[in-house]
């Protein structure tokens, strides 16, 4: 080994765990080819700790278990009405329908519908938003959507918007996180 490779070698940092794990057993692996390839294809994965990594989480906080199984305080569905009305009326009104910018609105109002909603504070509810817009003409248009949730605690507050050229649908879902 060189000298220039063991200087190297003396300052890396010690390294708190190294190992490997293959996809096949030690008995299963394969012999090589000459060509350098192995006849069968093996996968391996490689894995390092960081050095000090073990002291930072020594040092975090550990939260107890509160055990509550349904919230504190339910989710206000008419306030997240209101703020689906306010919100898409106030970014839709005047707007003409134009593929690139709804597409561009869906993202913008999406974000904005979520931050309103953080703000109200409700705890353990994760908020899923959905929008979607389209083109307000003779045809018709159907918006469906399926969860898996529990009745007693998840909920949802949905708006519709029509202007002269374009129809949104706007859709707030609240899922307890127990």
Request: with cysteine; aromatic share 8%; net charge positive.
């Amino acid at each position: 080994m060189s000298e220039a490779a063991k200087e190297k070698g003396a300052r890396r940092p010690s390294v708190k765990k190294r190992g490997s794990v293959s996809s096949l057993g030690s008995h299963d692996i394969k012999a090589k080819e000459t060509t350098g390839k192995t006849k069968d294809s093996l996968s391996t994965v490689s894995y390092m700790d960081e050095p000090g990594h073990h002291e930072d989480n020594a040092r975090l906080v550990q939260m107890e278990n509160t055990y509550h199984m349904g919230p504190s305080k339910r989710f206000p569905v008419l306030a997240v009405t209101d703020i689906l009305k306010d919100v898409l009326s106030s970014y839709l009104q005047e707007e003409k329908y134009d593929a690139e910018l709804c597409r561009q609105m869906t993202k913008t109002i999406s974000e904005v519908l979520k931050a309103r909603v953080k703000e109200l504070m409700i705890p353990r509810y994760k908020i899923v938003v959905l929008i979607s817009i389209g083109q307000l003409g003779d045809q018709s248009m159907y918006v469906g959507s399926r969860f898996l949730w529990d009745a007693a605690s998840d909920t949802f507050a949905t708006h519709t918007f029509k202007n002269s050229s374009l129809l949104a649908v706007a859709s707030v879902y609240a899922v307890y996180f127990e």
